[in-house]
Antibody, heavy 126, light 107 residues
Framework: EVQLVESGGGLVQPGGSLRLSCAAS????????MSWVRQAPGKGLEWVST????????YYADSVKGRFTISRDNSKNTLHLQMNSLRADDTALYYC???????????????????WGQGTLVTVSS | EIVLTQSPATLSLSPGERVTLSCRAS??????LAWYQQKPGQAPRLLIY???NRASGIPARFSGSGSGTDFTLSISSLEPEDLAVYYC?????????FGQGTRVEIK
């Protein structure tokens, strides 16, 4: 059974930093893409960043480029998101997702966000 | 960036009724569209991928159709547990984008 468990959220002041983590289990982590998707309170879903499995290719939304860094530790089956220069509009529930893609993706559904964690809340406020 | 526009914003129907949700893309995305369901207080879950394929464990009353720029998610007979917000998402290009969501309410 695929499980994704996020941690690291909390209250931080504008301009501050936070590091999110996602512990993954139930699938061969290293060969799948992993992503972060966020949801501001009462709002819709916004893709944040993806790191491919295998190639390690990385993609960012323009809204976070230059401030956020996605990384993965395949030895620990863990995904990270380093968030710097945080702003009030970064306040959101941050979901870790499996996908899209990666060298292990052999089924069409794996080109999407096919599994989601329960999220970790980041609040940026003074 | 591909913009996905969902309509309507909110839909209120009675159990047993047929539901039709729309998602329109700002440019051709072939069949590279997914639908997600987000129930209150829960994480989203994948319903439909590549426009018309049901994900595992999704009831047969859910179906998807369309290609190019116009897509539809249908629920053949609405159940009370279908109360949720439904999002479409494209994988044709980066950045990956979502529609703004359609809220389905039960009368």
């Amino acid at each position: 059974e695929v499980q994704l468990v996020e941690s690291g959220g909390g209250l931080v002041q504008p301009g501050g930093s936070l590091r999110l983590s996602c512990a993954a289990s139930g699938f061969p982590f290293s060969i799948y893409g992993m992503s972060w998707v966020r949801q501001a309170p009462g709002k819709g879903l916004e893709w944040v960043s993806t790191i491919r499995g295998g190639s390690g290719d990385i993609y960012y939304a323009d809204s976070v480029k230059g401030r956020f860094t996605i990384s993965r530790d395949n030895s620990k089956n863990t995904l990270h998101l380093q968030m710097n220069s945080l702003r009030a509009d970064d306040t959101a529930l941050y979901y870790c997702t499996k996908g899209p893609g990666g060298v292990g993706a052999t089924q069409l559904r794996e080109d999407y966000f096919d599994y989601w964690g329960q999220g970790t809340l980041v609040t940026v406020s003074s | 960036e591909i913009v996905l526009t969902q309509s309507p914003a909110t839909l209120s129907l009675s159990p047993g009724e047929r539901v039709t949700l729309s998602c329109r893309a700002s440019q051709n995305i072939r069949s590279y569209l997914a639908w997600y369901q987000q129930k209150p207080g829960q994480a989203p879950r994948l319903l439909i991928y590549d426009a018309s394929n049901r994900a595992s464990g999704i009831p047969a009353r859910f179906s998807g159709s369309g290609s190019g720029t116009d897509f539809t998610l249908s629920i053949s007979s609405l159940e009370p547990e279908d109360l949720a917000v439904y999002y479409c998402q494209q994988r044709n290009t980066w950045p990956r984008t979502f529609g703004q969501g359609t809220r389905v309410e039960i009368k």
